[in-house]
Every structure is written in C-alpha cells, then in structure tokens.
C-alpha cells in the first residue's frame, strides 16, 4: 500500500499512535491526551499514513514570521530509509518558507544533513518544574 501523507489531525487515533510510538521506543512520556494537544497547538503538522495506522509524524512549531523548530519528528522504525522522513520534512518546510527552521537530534545527523539542515551552535534545555505537570 502507497503512504498517503497528510497535514490534518482529524482522524487520528491518538490512543493507537501513543501505542506505536512505545512500541517503537520514541514516547516522551505524554498522555494520548497531551499528544493531541501538542499536535492540534503546533503551527503544522504532517503525518504518513498506512491505511488508517500512523507511520510517521513531524510537526513544526512556529511564530509564522521568522523562526521555527521541528520537533517529534518520526518514522515508525520499520518504514525507515523509504523517503517518509524526508518527505514529511519538505511538506513542513513548504509551510515555513522565510524562517529559520531549527531542530534537534540525538543520532541522526547524518539523515538531517542530506536534508538540506547543517549544525549549528549548541542546543541547551531546561525543564521548568516537573516534567508534563502543567495547567490546561
């Protein structure tokens, strides 16, 4: 079956996808709950689909003018090195055409690279209070 890409949130089985993201060893810890927040408060998202099962995600997060960061940007492990993430990529860049798109990895520089992304300076974080404790 071919992947059909998508940039709605409509549809998505957040309950499955936090499943799959477990499975794949890449969830942060949110709830189901807090996945579909994040994703529906991000400026665009892309998600690759297979039939009605979620593959891949990317969303991007931005002030629409001038500076934006990708972030939960994944390919199911079993889908990799067929262009998703890469595709997923071009159709967020096509939403962020002007800004200065930034991201962060822990091992995949090498696939960010052949992206078009190229290193710069350090990436430093902060959690304030305790981890997913939030109002709203």
Same mark, same amino acid.
């Given at each position: 079956?071919?992947?059909?890409? #998508? &940039?709605?949130?409509?549809?998505v089985?957040? #309950?499955?996808?936090?499943?799959?993201?477990?499975?794949?060893?890449?969830? *942060?810890?949110? #709830?189901?709950?807090?996945?579909?927040?994040?994703? +529906?408060?991000?400026?665009?998202? =892309?998600?690759? /689909?297979?039939?009605? +099962? =979620?593959?891949? &995600?990317?969303?991007a %997060?931005?002030?629409? =003018?001038? *500076?934006?960061?990708?972030?939960?940007?994944? #390919?199911?492990?079993?889908?990799? +090195?067929?262009?998703?993430?890469?595709?997923? /990529?071009? %159709?967020?860049?096509?939403? %962020?055409?002007?800004?200065?798109?930034? /991201?962060f &990895?822990?091992?995949?520089?090498?696939?960010?690279?052949?992206?078009?992304?190229?290193?710069?300076?350090?990436?430093?974080?902060?959690? =304030?209070? +305790?981890w /997913?404790? *939030?109002?709203?």
């Amino acid at each position: 079956m071919a992947i059909v890409y #998508t &940039t709605s949130s409509d549809g998505v089985d957040w #309950t499955r996808l936090k499943a799959a993201l477990a499975e794949d060893h890449f969830d *942060n810890g949110r #709830t189901a709950a807090q996945m579909e927040r994040s994703f +529906r408060a991000s400026y665009r998202c =892309v998600y690759a /689909l297979d039939g009605d +099962r =979620v593959v891949g &995600t990317a969303r991007a %997060l931005s002030d629409g =003018v001038c *500076n934006a960061y990708i972030v939960d940007m994944w #390919t199911q492990s079993s889908y990799r +090195r067929r262009g998703i993430g890469r595709r997923m /990529l071009e %159709l967020l860049c096509q939403a %962020l055409k002007g800004q200065h798109v930034y /991201l962060f &990895t822990d091992d995949q520089q090498d696939f960010y690279a052949a992206c078009g992304f190229s290193q710069r300076g350090a990436g430093l974080e902060r959690i =304030v209070g +305790r981890w /997913l404790e *939030n109002e709203g």
